[in-house]
């Protein structure tokens, strides 16, 4: 069974910045499409990023130039690195291994202003 496990959510300031990781068990990993999707209170869950197993990647025109999906195969762990960070990210921030469907508990963001 494939468990996904967020961590790096917290309490920021507008403009500062935070780095979510996600560690996927499974050998297949590497060969995984992973993505980031956030659900704020009241909204629906969306995409926020997503990377595929060649490297390719694709962002939500919300998040593009401030944040940056990446993944380390050798550590079963996609990253989410996220700059100037706005009041309007604030969300619970979930890992989802596309291909399997699986997702995490979630990681929640806070964004102050």
């Known amino acids: 069974q494939v468990q996904l496990v967020e961590s790096g959510g917290g309490l920021v300031q507008a403009g500062g910045s935070l780095r979510l990781s996600c560690v996927a068990s499974?050998?297949?990993?590497?060969?995984?499409?992973m993505a980031w999707y956030r659900q704020a209170p009241g909204k629906q869950r969306e995409l926020v990023a997503a990377i595929y197993s060649g490297g390719s990647t694709n962002y939500a025109d919300s998040v593009k130039g401030r944040f940056t999906i990446s993944r380390d195969n050798a550590k079963n762990t996609v990253y989410l690195q996220m700059y100037s960070l706005k009041p309007e990210d604030t969300a619970v921030y979930y890992c989802?291994?596309?291909?399997?469907?699986?997702w995490g508990q979630g990681t929640q963001v806070t964004v102050s202003s």
């Open positions: 989802n291994w596309i291909d399997i469907g699986s």
């Open positions: 499974g050998s297949t990993f590497r060969f995984g499409a």
